[in-house]
C-alpha cells in the first residue's frame, strides 16, 4: 500500500516528516549515548568509569550494537504479523527511554540494564520505521531513493544534535547526566511522533499479514518466555552465578548471527512459494546485505578504536580550549547533513537521464571509498607511532570518506530492501537487511580489541589489513553488480511472474525495463 498523502515535505509525502523527525531524536538518544560507551567503560574507576580494558570494552560495544540490530529480526515479524508498524515505533521508543533513564541511575547495574532496554526498544522501532518510508512511495515512484536521502539526513542530523549535547554534558557534569539527556531526546521523538501519526494516512497501522489468534496467543507466550530468560540470565551474571568474558562470547555471537542471516534468507528464498522474478531480486538483494556487512565493520570503529586514537594520539588544543573526544565523532553526522541534499538531487538527476547506477553498483561504491578513508588513518597511525601526536585534519579526512561512502550505501541499500523484498516480507526482510548492521558492529568490535593503547606501533596494521579486506570485497560486489542490475529492473507484470514454469526470454526483457 502506498499512502497518498499531501506532498508537502520537500515535494515527498507528508508521511515523511513524521517519520523524519521521530528517526531525528531517536538516533540522538542513540548516537549521543553511544559516543559515551568505549570511554565510559575504558574510564577508571577514579574517573567515575568502569576501568575495564580495551579488549572487553570493544568487545561489550560490539555486542551492544550488534545486538541492537539484532534485534531488529523479531522486531520486524512482530510488525508485519502481531501489532503493525505504527504500534512497534511506539511501543519501542517508549521502552528505549525507559533504558536511557536507567542508564541516567549511577549504579554498577544499571548501566547494563539500560543497555538491556535499548536493545529490545530499538529492535522494535528501527526495522520498522525504514519500512514505512518505503510504503510511502509505489514501486514505480522515482522519488524513493531521494526519500532515503533525506531521512537519512534526519538520522544524521539527529545525531550531531546527540553528540554535541552527550559530548557537552559529558566533559562539564559527568557520564550520566548525558545518559539522562538521551531519555529528554527520545521523549521529544515520541510526542512528535503520537500528535502527527495521522500523516501516515493509514501506513503501518495494521499488520501485513496477520496471524490467528490461536497463533498470536503462541507467539505473546513465546516472547513473554524470552524476556523472562533475558532477566534470569542477567540475574544470574550480576549473582556472579554466570562467568561472562566478553571477547569469547562476541566471537560465539559473530558466528551465530550469521549463521541466522543465511538459515532466515534461505528458509525466506526456497520456502515462501516466491515466484522467479522475486528470486532473481533476493539474489540481487544478497549482493547489498554482504556489502552492507562488511561496511558497517570497518565504519563502526568510529565508536570504538577511532574514538579511543582520538583520545590518544589526537591533539585536541585548539588555542586554550581542548575538543571533546567525543565530539570527533559528530564529523560524520555533519557532513551527511551537507552532503545528503546533493546525493538526494544526483540520484534523481542520473535516473532522468537513464544512467542510473544499480542498487549493487552504487554500494560496491560506497565501500570502495568507505576503504580508502583507513589508508588516511594508516599514515595518521604511523605519525602516532613515530611517538608524535597527529593533527586533527587526519580524522577530518578519514571520516569525509567514511561519509560519501556511507551516503553511497546506506540510504540507497535501505531503498533497495524495500523494492526488492517481496511485498509481503517487507519488514522481515528490513530486519534481515539490519542484521548485516549486527554483524557488522560485533566484527568491528572484535577489530577494535587488538587496540592497544600501550603498543601504537599496532595500530598502523589494524586499519590497512581494514582497507584491503574491503576494498577487495567491494571490487568483487562491482563486477557482480553489473549482472544482477538487470534483475533489479525486473517488473511483477512480467510474464515470467504470471507463470514461472513457462521458459520466457528474461534478459531482454529486464533490459527493456531497465
Sequence with gaps: MSAQSTENFFGHPSGLKTLFFTEMWERMSYYGMRMLLVLFMTATLQEQGLGLTVASAAA?????????????????????????????????GIIIMIGHIILAIPSDYSFFIGLIFVVLGTGLLKPNISAMVGQLYSDKDVRRDSGYAIY?????????????????????????WAFGAAAIGMAAGLIQYKITTPNLNGIG????????????????TIICGFLASVVLVTYLIFQD????????????VAIAFSTIFVIYYAIIYFFSSLTAVEKKKLIALLLICIASACFWSGFEQAGSSMNLFTRDYT??????FEIPTGWFQSLNAFFIVLLSPFFA??????????????????????????????????????????GMKVAPYWLVATYFLHTVGELCLSPVALSA?????????????????????????IISGLLAGNYDPSNVSQ???????ISLFSMGIGIIILLLGFKTRFWENLSEDDESTKNPATPTNTPATSANNA
Excluded at 551492544?64 to 511501543?91: E, N, S
Excluded at 497501522?205 to 505473546?220: D, F, H
Excluded at 591533539?315 to 586554550?320: A, L, M, Q, T
Design 345 to 386: 538531487a544526483l540520484w534523481i538527476n542520473l535516473g532522468k537521464r537513464l544512467v542510473s547506477p544499480s542498487y549493487g553498483i552504487k554500494c560496491a561504491v560506497g565501500l570502495i571509498i568507505m576503504a580508502s578513508g583507513f589508508i588516511v588513518m594508516f599514515f595518521a597511525a604511523q605519525h602516532a607511532a613515530s
Design 417 to 441: 530492501v524495500s523494492k526488492l523484498s517481496p511485498k509481503r516480507f517487507a519488514g522481515q526482510m528490513m530486519g534481515i537487511f539490519v542484521l548485516t548492521y549486527s554483524i557488522g558492529n
Design 205 to 220: 497501522a495494521k499488520p501485513v499479514y496477520p496471524m490467528s489468534n490461536k497463533a498470536q496467543k503462541l507467539s505473546w
Design 241 to 252: 552465578m554466570l562467568t561472562v568474558v566478553p571477547v569469547t562470547i562476541a566471537q560465539y
Design 459 to 465: 595500530i598502523p596494521s589494524l586499519y590497512i589489513q
Design 315 to 320: 591533539d585536541r588544543i585548539v588555542g586554550s
Design 152 to 176: 537519512y539526513m534526519g538520522i544524521n542530523l539527529g545525531s550531531v544534535i546527540g553528540y554535541t549535547v552527550c559530548g557537552y554534558l559529558m566533559e562539564n557534569q559527568g557520564w550520566h
Design 60 to 92: 561489550i560495544y560490539g555486542l551492544y550494537t550488534g545486538c541492537v540490530y539484532f534485534m531488529g529480526l523479531p522486531g520486524g515479524w512482530i510488525a508485519d504479523r502481531l501489532i503493525g508498524g505504527q504500534k512497534a515505533v511506539w511501543y519501542g
